[in-house]
């Protein structure tokens, strides 16, 4: 059975050694909360190709910036699958207060992926600072394919073992607003998610029923008078 999770029991300790795939990891203390800023990109050159646009079920648009230069193969995945509408309605099924939220399952379980090979890892130098999005895996190193994550708060001991694709260059409050849990009682979902170079409006928000909606004051003018 796989586990497509970043590596959390190395974070949390005791707190989440119930992950099968990391159950013999160490317990290293927690570090205290320090108020870091969102890391800022300054760079405003996006190719619109390579800016992915999630719209999630809270009303939000993130956009992150994928990078190529990075993890080729774990961008063209990103993208030949957000072509392929594969991300639409999926939750976020993981999301833990103070590191991070995860997506990419189509059961919403974390032990799925997609049909397509599992990837080559891609570790590379950069940080997972707040904003970061990462491939998660199994403890196999070539085992990420869908599923992926954003980091809410610094870990530093991910880096070189996950592969990092990109980073949030806007709407990190929407990613902060994620509903927590695992799964997360109401979870988040990504309503859509699509390629800047393809010119998706954000979807219209949901319109209540007619058997829900409020009632207006002539209906309720009229309950009276009966």
Do not use: C
């Not at 999630?56 to 910036?65: Q, T």
């Not at 895996?137 to 394919?145: G, K, L, V």
């Not at 109401?186 to 928000?205: D, F, G, R, Y």
């Amino acid at each position: 059975m796989k586990f497509r999770l970043p590596m959390t029991a190395l974070m949390f300790g005791a707190a989440l050694s119930a992950a099968p795939a990391f159950a013999k990891d160490k317990e290293p203390v927690t570090p205290a909360p320090v108020t870091l800023p969102t890391v800022i990109d300054t760079d405003q050159s996006h190719d619109p190709d390579d800016v992915l646009l999630l719209d999630l079920s809270d009303g939000g648009r993130v956009a992150i910036r994928l990078m190529p230069k990075w993890a080729p193969n774990h961008v063209e995945r990103i993208k030949t699958l957000t072509k392929e509408g594969f991300y639409n309605g999926l939750i976020f099924h993981r999301v833990i207060e103070g590191f991070m939220a995860q997506t990419g399952d189509p059961t919403g379980t974390g032990q799925s992926g997609s049909k397509l090979p599992d990837l080559q890892a891609e570790f590379n130098s950069m940080p997972h600072v707040r904003g970061t999005v990462s491939m998660a895996r199994t403890n196999d190193p070539n085992s990420a394919n869908s599923q992926f994550f954003i980091v809410f708060y610094p870990r530093f001991a991910l880096d070189r073992k996950y592969t990092v694709f990109g980073r949030v260059i806007a709407g990190m409050p929407y990613v902060d607003a994620i509903q927590r849990g695992e799964p997360p009682t109401n979870p988040t979902k990504i309503v859509q998610a699509s390629l800047a170079s393809e010119h998706k409006p954000a979807p219209a928000a949901p319109v209540a029923p007619a058997a829900l909606a409020a009632p207006s004051v002539s209906d309720l003018n009229n309950s009276k008078s009966n």
